[in-house]
Structure formats: structure tokens, C-alpha cells
């Protein structure tokens, strides 16, 4: 996905944020080889800083891919039960190899739609980190926050949607992508009421929302 800042800045920043660990080095080749989105350097440091700060025990995450999130994750918090969420199957299999090749096999993988499997859920979680289909967001969201721990954090990724949510031209006419367009920016709108959330929208990449319960 085509990110919403400028191209040098980007490019700066990724600079900055580059890993030198071996296993993030890997995955990244890996993600690129097989043609599957991952967070970018910049977000994945923000991830990071967020762990760093909140040093959850629990937490979940919809939209495994090839488990590089889940793994960023895991060697930042080495004691959170982490469980991760994948619908397609293809995904799942390259996140299980991943997570066997380089022993974070404690990352419990579920494979099945991610709204499905969180309705199914009443296990309680400090932080959620949602990275799946975006026109989901809202009811991923509804069912994060009912799974929340007090006090929880619900991370979103790509939330701005290449800047589509705040170009006028584009949701008042008809355009295959005009559907999520609208159901993210509704999403936006839920997550922003401040009577009920503290929620900050960066815009990094294509836009992460951070949104702290009360």
C-alpha cells in the first residue's frame, strides 16, 4: 500500500529506522520475495515504542501474514502470551514455519476469520494490534474493546488509506474502493469521540491509530 508521506521524508525515516537484527532482516527478505505487505520500518519502530511503554502481558493480533509483527512483538515483550489471527491459509502456513525456524513456537496461531474467532473469544488482552481488512475496522474494533483489559490499548494499522478518508472528490463519487473509504472514516469518527476514547491518529506510512481505553 502507497504510503501517505512525502517520498523523501519516507525514505528518511526508513533509513533511520533500519534493523540491524538478523531475524527482522530475514522476514523482511522473505515478506518481499513472496509479494506479502508487512508493516514498514517506521511503524514497526512505533509498534515497538508502544510495547516498550505499555509492556503488555497479553496480547492479541488480527492480520497475521507471514508473522513478522508477531515476532516484532515477541522479542520486545519475551514474557506476553501472544496470540495471532489468519484467515488465509497461505499466510498462516508461512507464519508457522516462521515462527518454528526461529523459536517463538509460543506464539499461538488461530487460523479463521478475525471477527469470527474474536466473537468466539472472552479471553481478556492488554493490547490489540489490528492489521486486517480495513472496510472490518468497526467491528473489529467493537469486539477489541469488549475484550480489553482496563486500561488496554487498540493499535490499528493503515487507517488513512493512501489519504483517501479526507479527499471530498473521491467519496462523493463511485470508486470500487469507496466502500471502505466510508467505513473507515465512520471508523475514525467512533475511535475519535473523546467521551469514550483517547485516541491519537499519526500519519505514518499509510496511518496507525493509537486509542488507550478508559
Given at each position: 500500500m502507497n504510503s501517505i508521506v512525502n517520498e523523501h521524508l519516507q525514505d528518511y525515516l526508513r533509513q533511520l529506522s533500519k534493523s540491524n537484527d538478523e531475524t527482522i532482516l530475514e522476514l523482511e527478505i522473505f515478506a518481499k520475495?513472496?509479494?506479502?505487505?508487512?508493516?514498514?520500518?517506521?511503524?514497526?519502530?512505533?509498534?515497538?515504542?508502544?510495547?516498550?511503554?505499555?509492556?503488555?502481558?497479553?496480547?492479541?493480533?488480527?492480520g497475521t501474514a507471514i508473522g513478522y509483527s508477531s515476532i516484532i512483538m515477541k522479542k520486545t515483550c519475551p514474557d506476553a502470551k501472544i496470540i495471532t489471527v489468519e484467515n488465509y491459509e497461505k499466510n498462516a502456513n508461512f507464519a508457522r514455519e516462521n515462527f518454528k525456524k526461529y523459536g517463538y513456537d509460543?506464539?499461538?496461531?488461530?487460523?479463521?476469520?478475525?471477527?469470527?474467532?474474536?466473537k468466539n473469544m472472552d479471553t481478556k488482552f492488554d493490547l490489540i494490534f489490528i492489521d486486517a481488512a480495513k472496510g472490518q475496522y468497526i467491528k473489529y474494533f467493537e469486539e477489541a474493546v469488549r475484550l480489553a483489559n482496563k486500561n488496554s490499548v487498540i493499535v490499528c494499522d493503515n487507517v488513512l488509506f493512501r489519504g483517501m478518508v479526507c479527499e471530498k472528490e473521491f467519496y462523493e463519487h463511485r470508486h470500487r474502493k469507496i466502500t471502505i473509504v466510508k467505513r473507515l472514516r465512520e471508523f475514525l469518527e467512533i475511535i475519535s469521540d473523546s467521551s469514550k476514547y483517547d485516541t491519537t491518529i499519526i500519519p505514518?506510512?499509510?496511518?496507525?491509530?493509537?486509542?488507550?481505553?478508559?
Amino acid at each position: 500500500m502507497n504510503s501517505i508521506v512525502n517520498e523523501h521524508l519516507q525514505d528518511y525515516l526508513r533509513q533511520l529506522s533500519k534493523s540491524n537484527d538478523e531475524t527482522i532482516l530475514e522476514l523482511e527478505i522473505f515478506a518481499k520475495e513472496n509479494h506479502i505487505p508487512i508493516v514498514e520500518p517506521e511503524v514497526r519502530q512505533l509498534l515497538k515504542i508502544i510495547l516498550l511503554m505499555e509492556q503488555p502481558k497479553s496480547i492479541l493480533e488480527i492480520g497475521t501474514a507471514i508473522g513478522y509483527s508477531s515476532i516484532i512483538m515477541k522479542k520486545t515483550c519475551p514474557d506476553a502470551k501472544i496470540i495471532t489471527v489468519e484467515n488465509y491459509e497461505k499466510n498462516a502456513n508461512f507464519a508457522r514455519e516462521n515462527f518454528k525456524k526461529y523459536g517463538y513456537d509460543d506464539i499461538q496461531l488461530v487460523f479463521g476469520d478475525g471477527y469470527e474467532v474474536m466473537k468466539n473469544m472472552d479471553t481478556k488482552f492488554d493490547l490489540i494490534f489490528i492489521d486486517a481488512a480495513k472496510g472490518q475496522y468497526i467491528k473489529y474494533f467493537e469486539e477489541a474493546v469488549r475484550l480489553a483489559n482496563k486500561n488496554s490499548v487498540i493499535v490499528c494499522d493503515n487507517v488513512l488509506f493512501r489519504g483517501m478518508v479526507c479527499e471530498k472528490e473521491f467519496y462523493e463519487h463511485r470508486h470500487r474502493k469507496i466502500t471502505i473509504v466510508k467505513r473507515l472514516r465512520e471508523f475514525l469518527e467512533i475511535i475519535s469521540d473523546s467521551s469514550k476514547y483517547d485516541t491519537t491518529i499519526i500519519p505514518i506510512d499509510d496511518g496507525m491509530s493509537i486509542t488507550k481505553l478508559k
